[in-house]
């Protein structure tokens, strides 16, 4: 029986020292020259990526970034239409759209987000439009930030409103804001080639910074009620009508896509992105809904809110002043200042990573595919982006707002295409999140969108950009991305050839 036993024990300590050795030649042996290394894991040095919370910060600023920007709602629409804006938008606008993206970057967490959803949906041609019509917008989209910039800071430094210089024969004023606006081009170009938890944790302690002074308001106007004029006194000098706050709600509600280009730098983004999308749906909401309702309480009139920057003004009231000082006033000021960094900063972060994503796949020159050896961040893509985005500091808010919607609203139809499209044509794509109501839910949700559209291109039809009508300039800058893309083919396929030696040794 002990024979039996030390018999068994020594076959089984054999077995294991067999395996032990075995293990040990797999891990020295040296891999076949003909096999590349590009087409087996390495191991790499761990990339900083954002979790949920920073995702969400980003994404409230890609999106918002505060309360200001909606003085205009008001003043174009009055409380009653106003808040009713506010509050529908999100079920019309917003929540179509997060689920959309919730969906498409659940299944297809790919850097460049919905141009690659769009380029693998319909093709590459519609790929190539919608990177074209979303960097075109973001040439308008991306001047907006640094104009609110400096209407906050002037309300603190008037001489950023003074020393004006006109150039062009007079077509173009220049003044100290300007230099105000350059600076915020410059220090989030640095804070971008940092990195993206840089960018997320300087999102999040904004958030908290900007939020605190409306959140003041909110908590003082109780105490306010009833203590100013008629709220219901109609606006004067009101720059929009009724469509035209529709569009600037539209304008402060939309950008929610605009996370999906960073997918490969987040935590887990199966599942981290639709959890962000629904919180900052509703976060986003919270901060434009209850600082309006609760300055409608205290008596404030809607005429109140007939500028831009007019939040200041109105918290200088509500707040009163401290041995002249109006503490209140510079608190939302200051903040109206972080907000609009905070918003071109995340901006930078999202918008850059479409040209990096076109050079990987061969639609841009491989100079753009350049990153960090550190941090891995496209610098070639956030110089040249920084670049393009500067001539248009010098043009007027409500200009600059309609044309970003014509554009942006052309680009998101035809992510709602892709969604449709996906389901269609790869029905068992793994997806983490799923549009409600199956494919009849896919095809309706961006009706309602597509209907807010319309709205906004009929009233774009009412302003004049470089003495053209803007619905026209719009247009024709659409027809110029089919242009491009008919007349660069040949660049196309010389940069695809360059990829596709490393494409066909990597796979």
């Avoid at 929540?95 to 693998?120: D, K, N, Q």
């Avoid at 981290?272 to 900052?280: E, F, G, Q, V």
């Avoid at 041995?323 to 900063?345: D, E, H, I, P």
Wanted: hydrophobic residues 55%; glycine residues 10%; charged residues 15%.
């Amino acid at each position: 029986m002990y024979s039996s036993n030390a018999t068994s024990l020594k076959r089984v300590e054999s077995e294991r020292h067999s395996k032990e050795e075995e293990r040990k030649k797999l891990s020295t042996v040296s891999l076949p020259a003909q096999i590349p290394s590009q087409a087996l894991p390495t191991a790499k040095k761990a990339i900083a990526k954002l979790t949920l919370w920073p995702l969400v910060a980003a994404t409230f600023f890609m999106v918002s970034g505060g309360t200001y920007g909606t003085e205009a709602i008001i003043s174009g629409a009055g409380y009653g239409h106003g808040i009713l804006i506010l509050l529908f938008l999100p079920v019309l606008w917003c929540l179509p759209t997060a689920f959309m993206i919730g969906e498409l970057s659940s299944a297809l967490p790919a850097e460049g987000g919905y141009y690659a959803w769009v380029r693998r949906g319909l093709g590459n041609f519609w790929g190539f439009q919608e990177a074209w019509l979303s960097l075109a917008a973001s040439i308008f989209d991306m001047a907006i930030y640094p104009t609110l910039f400096t209407i906050y800071l002037k309300q603190m430094v008037p001489w950023f409103g003074e020393g004006h210089y006109e150039i062009l024969g007079g077509m173009v004023t220049l003044n100290h804001g300007l230099l105000a606006a350059l600076f915020v081009v410059v220090t989030c170009v640095a804070l971008n080639l940092a990195g993206i938890r840089v960018v997320g944790l300087t999102s999040v302690w904004l958030f908290f910074l900007l939020s605190l002074p409306f959140a003041l308001i909110v908590l003082l106007s109780p105490v306010k009620t009833g203590a100013y004029a008629d709220p219901h006194a109609v606006s004067t000098g009101a720059s929009v009508g009724l469509l035209g706050a529709v569009l600037v709600a539209m304008w402060n509600y939309m950008g929610w896509d605009n996370a999906s280009t960073i997918a490969q730098e987040v935590e887990r983004p199966r599942k981290t992105y639709p959890r962000a999308m629904i919180a900052a749906v509703i976060l986003v909401s919270l901060t434009y809904i209850l600082p309006f309702l609760a300055v409608y309480f205290t008596g404030t009139p809607a005429s109140a809110f007939n500028a831009e920057g007019s939040w200041a003004t109105i918290a200088g009231t509500l707040g009163g002043s401290i041995g002249g000082f109006q503490w209140l006033r510079f608190m939302v000021t200051l903040g109206g200042v972080m907000s609009a960094f905070g918003m071109f900063n995340a901006l930078v972060l999202s918008y850059s990573r479409l040209p990096l994503a076109m050079a990987r796949d061969g639609m841009l020159p491989r100079v753009f595919a350049k990153v960090t050896k550190k941090t891995e961040t496209p610098w070639v893509s956030i110089i040249v982006c920084a670049v393009c985005w500067m001539p248009c500091l010098v043009l007027g808010f409500q200009r600059l707002v309609t044309l970003d919607i014509m554009l942006y609203g052309a680009a998101l139809m035809l992510e709602f295409v892709t969604l449709v499209a996906l389901r269609m044509r790869e029905p068992k794509l793994r997806r983490e999140f799923r549009v409600p109501g199956g494919m009849a839910g896919a095809v309706t949700c961006g009706l309602f969108p597509l209907a807010l559209l319309i709205v906004a291109m009929v009233e774009s039809d009412h302003e004049s950009i470089l003495g053209m009508n803007a619905l026209l300039f719009g247009v024709l800058i659409i027809l110029a991305g089919f242009a491009v893309y008919i007349a660069t083919g040949a660049l196309r396929a010389k940069y695809a050839a360059e990829i596709a030696p490393e494409a066909t040794e990597a796979a």
